[in-house]
């Protein structure tokens, strides 16, 4: 039993891993311990979370342009979410993704912190634009 | 998306690498957002400070940079937002020398490609301001928000990467606030009290941009008496731009594109997209009070974020009024090389060094280590009349506090917050 999620055609390869959510926005200066791998903005839902290898799902995009370089930083060093799946990005946040070959998708029909919970296995196919929840 | 035939080229590699590889990012980058085309841009500004650019990040522009010259020369006027290192002060500030050496590196590989070095986040007031309907490849929030609301150009916010492709194309891809569709405000805002300092204007801008909380949201910010002028406008567009990663707000009567739209849309605008209460004095010091510490020990009294204009620095200079900065607080003003120079040249950076602060060109804090600044000096608590900084800061290990430049000034010679 699956559940198949529609999104507009994303960035990155396609992917399958384990789902983090919040409702809260994301930008890497801002909330990310980039050393650690963790969320290190105290007012974060996440704050204090590892990020590492997930595929974080939350709300859109805040703040500045540094997660433009950031995400490619990150993913050279293997410390940084698998991928990252939003109700919708800002640019900084797609250019970041294109220049970093990290996974990325937006756009659904519905809330997708909603129809996403914390450890959901998803497969994330961003040149179909689906995401697919394989545990229920 | 349509390509011409010289982007075909591009795409095939015809105009070599670094070109080939810049087309093929703003593609990917169009594609996503359904952009029909790219468009020609006038101009570029590149974020590209070491501490986002990391190991990898240098790496990736000193490989670019191998290419023969003709081939990786900027086809547009490429000016670059402030470095994450001030060669002159970074040892005061516990930078250290690997820092240094990748800072460097960073500016070695820009200038090869014909960028020029502005180092600053308030190009528009200080090199080229933009004029209205001009395309622009801008890489900075608040200089975006500047660029789209005050003069009326068209920018996204473009990234490091984003900003170097447009200015190694000279296009961006056609969507967001390139397009009429997107400049239309989407929410509306109607103050009842007028903000009374710089910092108060950042916290308007933090207060509109939370609620909006989206780049593709639009305010129009209604009740704004009179023209606040340029350093308000960036502090408003700075904070909003940070808050919410707002790129345009209207204000009628201010900025040019609100008094020439049709309003009419604007009175029919659902409730939901219209804040039902007006935005007066009690927000606006709820805002400021969720950053208070009154009494605490100041470690850090921070003007920067944006970076300083030539009147911010001399009412800098003017409120230290030749009182010397408390031992156990640092107080550092950022501003722009050419600010820099001015300031040097009317005797006002003289004036704020001899209290004991610190003048720093080219670098705006929160871009330049921070994390590291904070081990290295033990500072945790900082004062800033910027609400952008109070905003990022945080995500560093500081506790920020968000006052006026008077009392920020106050406060660093007294060592707490006053």
């Known amino acids: 039993m699956t559940t198949l999620l529609r999104c507009h055609k994303g960035i990155g390869p396609a992917v399958t891993g384990t789902a983090l959510v919040a409702k809260d926005n994301f930008s890497a200066r801002y909330d990310l311990d980039r050393k650690r791998g963790t969320f290190s903005r105290p007012s974060h839902t996440l704050a204090g979370q590892s990020y590492a290898g997930k595929i974080l799902v939350l709300d859109t995009a805040k703040g500045g342009v540094a997660t433009a370089w950031m995400l490619h930083e990150m993913k050279t060093r293997g410390i940084v979410p698998l991928a990252l799946v939003f109700n919708r990005v800002n640019p900084i946040l797609a250019q970041g993704a294109a220049f970093g070959d990290l996974t990325m998708v937006d756009r659904f029909d519905g809330d997708v912190t909603d129809l996403i919970q914390t450890g959901d296995r998803l497969r994330i196919d961003p040149a179909a634009g689906t995401v697919e929840i394989l545990n229920r | 998306?349509?390509?011409?035939?010289?982007?075909?080229?591009?795409?095939?590699?015809?105009?070599?690498?670094?070109?080939?590889?810049?087309?093929?990012?703003?593609?990917?980058?169009?594609?996503?957002?359904?952009?029909?085309?790219?468009?020609?841009?006038?101009?570029?500004?590149?974020?590209?400070?070491?501490?986002?650019?990391?190991?990898?990040?240098?790496?990736?522009?000193?490989?670019?940079?191998?290419?023969?010259?003709?081939?990786?020369?900027?086809?547009?006027?490429?000016?670059?937002?402030?470095?994450?290192?001030?060669?002159?002060?970074?040892?005061?500030?516990?930078?250290?020398?690997?820092?240094?050496?990748?800072?460097?590196?960073?500016?070695?590989?820009?200038?090869?490609?014909?960028?020029?070095?502005?180092?600053?986040?308030?190009?528009?007031?200080?090199?080229?301001?933009?004029?209205?309907?001009?395309?622009?490849?801008?890489?900075?929030?608040?200089?975006?928000?500047?660029?789209?609301?005050?003069?009326?150009?068209?920018?996204?916010?473009?990234?490091?990467?984003?900003?170097?492709?447009?200015?190694?194309?000279?296009?961006?891809?056609?969507?967001?606030?390139?397009?009429?569709?997107?400049?239309?405000?989407?929410?509306?805002?109607?103050?009842?009290?007028?903000?009374?300092?710089?910092?108060?204007?950042?916290?308007?801008?933090?207060?509109?941009?939370?609620?909006?909380?989206?780049?593709?949201?639009?305010?129009?910010?209604?009740?704004?008496?009179?023209?606040?002028?340029?350093?308000?406008?960036?502090?408003?567009?700075?904070?909003?731009?940070?808050?919410?990663?707002?790129?345009?707000?209207?204000?009628?009567?201010?900025?040019?594109?609100?008094?020439?739209?049709?309003?009419?849309?604007?009175?029919?605008?659902?409730?939901?997209?219209?804040?039902?209460?007006?935005?007066?004095?009690?927000?606006?010091?709820?805002?400021?009070?969720?950053?208070?510490?009154?009494?605490?020990?100041?470690?850090?009294?921070?003007?920067?974020?944006?970076?300083?204009?030539?009147?911010?620095?001399?009412?800098?200079?003017?409120?230290?009024?030749?009182?010397?900065?408390?031992?156990g607080t640092t107080l550092l003003v950022a501003t722009s090389p050419e600010i820099k120079h001015a300031a040097d040249r009317m005797g006002l950076t003289g004036r704020i060094e001899a209290a004991g602060a610190i003048v720093a060109a080219g670098i705006c804090f929160y871009q330049s280590y921070a994390g590291e600044m904070a081990e290295a000096n033990g500072w945790k608590r900082l004062l800033t009349n910027s609400a952008k900084l109070v905003n990022i800061i945080g995500g560093y290990g500081y506790r920020p506090t968000l006052l006026s430049l008077e009392r920020c000034v106050d406060s660093a010679i007294a060592g707490r917050v006053v």
């Open chain 2, 1 to 327: 998306m349509r390509l011409t035939d010289e982007e075909q080229a591009m795409l095939a590699g015809e105009a070599g690498e670094p070109r080939r590889w810049a087309i093929r990012h703003q593609i990917a980058v169009g594609e996503f957002f359904d952009a029909a085309d790219l468009i020609p841009v006038s101009q570029a500004h590149i974020m590209a400070d070491t501490e986002s650019l990391g190991e990898a990040g240098v790496a990736f522009l000193e490989t670019l940079a191998t290419a023969p010259e003709a081939e990786r020369r900027v086809q547009i006027p490429t000016l670059t937002d402030p470095r994450g290192l001030d060669f002159q002060t970074y040892k005061r500030l516990g930078q250290t020398e690997a820092m240094a050496t990748l800072e460097a590196r960073t500016i070695a590989a820009l200038k090869s490609f014909g960028v020029l070095m502005t180092d600053t986040c308030i190009n528009y007031q200080t090199i080229m301001p933009p004029t209205r309907g001009e395309h622009l490849a801008m890489g900075d929030t608040g200089v975006v928000i500047y660029s789209n609301s005050v003069f009326g150009a068209r920018s996204n916010f473009e990234g490091g990467p984003s900003a170097l492709a447009a200015a190694l194309t000279g296009r961006t891809p056609r969507y967001g606030y390139h397009l009429d569709e997107c400049r239309r405000p989407t929410r509306r805002f109607r103050l009842a009290a007028q903000p009374r300092d710089l910092s108060e204007w950042g916290a308007l801008g933090g207060i509109v941009g939370r609620e909006c909380g989206s780049y593709w949201e639009v305010p129009l910010i209604e009740g704004i008496d009179s023209p606040p002028g340029s350093d308000a406008l960036k502090h408003l567009g700075t904070a909003m731009a940070s808050y919410g990663s707002t790129a345009l707000l209207h204000i009628p009567g201010i900025t040019p594109e609100a008094d020439d739209m049709d309003r009419r849309p604007l009175a029919g605008m659902p409730a939901g997209r219209r804040r039902s209460e007006p935005i007066g004095r009690a927000e606006i010091d709820v805002f400021v009070a969720a950053y208070g510490a009154t009494g605490d020990k100041v470690d850090v009294v921070v003007f920067a974020a944006p970076h300083l204009s030539l009147v911010e620095m001399a009412a800098v200079a003017d409120a230290l009024a030749g009182r010397e900065v408390h031992a």
